[in-house]
């Protein structure tokens, strides 16, 4: 039987046009077994206008598919919050076509239905990394948990299903660096990791390497706590009561030995710890400024340069459809509201 809600699935592409098909393919059918009501939300990232023909011509084969075209690349997490934001389920899922299985889509939201209002899919077998990446990955996740207080789960995946509040708990963060993954920990909402197996569609893609993990690390610490900081700012302490011991150490030696000669190492070790400790803030405070800088901005997370509607017909069109309810009460709320106001007249 299947489940009367509405069910959005969020889909990031760029550059996906070879497995897009048949992920739809597999996404609908599976959605068109499970729910009366449902919707897939193509957000295109900026794929180059070769693929654009591709794209348009799957809203021709499935129903209730929708592309959002973006004006330029903004990164995957930009584009989920342009589908987030843009979806009316009841339920939303966010899927990458390259490596989540549509068949899981029914057990996240049943996890959803059972009270948890976001369920977040974690890699039954994690991605294959060296050393030094497992380490530092490590790391930070103890540092997010011990000190910023945010859970960041390992292995865990952009596949997902958010109830409708947490969608709208979501859309209010206004930060201009997006991270799904610790705004989920930030609104606070009920939690439950879903293990899965990914797939693999198309051509093996290449994973986040050291480098621009690192700067993805420190985009998430410098955005969601003062923490760096409070460090940098003990630091400066610890600087200023070692100069203070240094100072005290001086005036013994010039007061009981007889014989002082000029300590060029002591002197020069001295001006390398300050000037170590003066860039480290400088370093701390130049990110947060950075940061400043770019809310006062106040520019748009992204713009849109077009929108596509399916030619099939929805499914459940002719049954309860929250567009067509809200457009239809309109008017009649409007001439219920004048005829209030003329009977408080005769009155």
């Known amino acids: 039987m299947k489940m009367d809600r ?22 609908v059918q599976v959605l068109r077994d499970h729910y009366t009501h449902f919707e897939v939300i193509l957000v295109d990232d900026g794929s180059p206008e070769s693929s654009q023909p591709q794209l348009l011509k799957q809203l021709s084969r499935h129903e209730g598919v929708r592309l959002i075209q973006l004006s330029r690349r903004f990164g995957e997490e930009v584009a989920i919050s342009a589908g987030l934001e843009s979806a009316i389920g009841d339920y939303v899922v966010v899927a990458l076509a390259s490596s989540d299985p549509p068949a899981m889509i029914p057990e996240l939201v049943q996890k959803c239905l059972e009270g948890h209002d976001i369920a977040y899919g974690v890699r039954s077998r994690p991605v294959q990394s060296g050393l030094l990446y497992r380490a530092l990955s490590s790391a930070f996740y103890a540092y997010c948990s011990r000190f910023l207080d945010l859970e960041i789960p390992a292995n865990a995946t952009q596949f997902k299903c958010f109830s409708r509040r947490a969608v709208n708990a979501l859309l209010r963060i206004d930060d201009p660096s997006r991270y799904l993954r610790v705004f989920s920990s930030v609104v606070g909402f009920k939690r439950v990791a879903v293990p899965y197996d990914t797939v693999q569609r198309g051509d093996e893609r290449k994973g986040r390497n050291v480098i621009s993990s690192i700067g993805v690390a420190i985009g998430v610490v410098f955005e969601n706590s003062a923490h760096p900081l409070r460090v940098v700012t003990w630091l400066g302490i610890l600087a200023a009561l070692a100069n203070i011991v240094y100072i005290f150490y001086i005036l013994l030696v010039y007061l009981f030995k007889e014989d002082v000669m000029p300590g060029w190492t002591t002197i020069s070790f001295q001006m390398a710890a300050q000037f170590c400790f003066i860039t480290a803030i400088l370093a701390a405070l130049a990110e947060y400024i950075g940061r400043i800088m770019s809310r006062l901005q106040d520019r748009p997370k992204y713009f849109v340069m077009d929108e596509h509607e399916g030619t099939m017909n929805l499914p459940g069109q002719k049954g309860w459809n929250v567009v067509d309810a809200a457009v239809a009460s309109a008017p009649r709320q409007a001439v219920d509201q004048v005829d209030l106001a003329l009977e408080k007249e005769r009155d």
């Open 6 to 27: 509405l069910v959005s699935v969020v889909v990031p592409i760029r550059n996906d046009e070879d497995i897009i098909g048949s992920f739809l393919d597999e996404t």
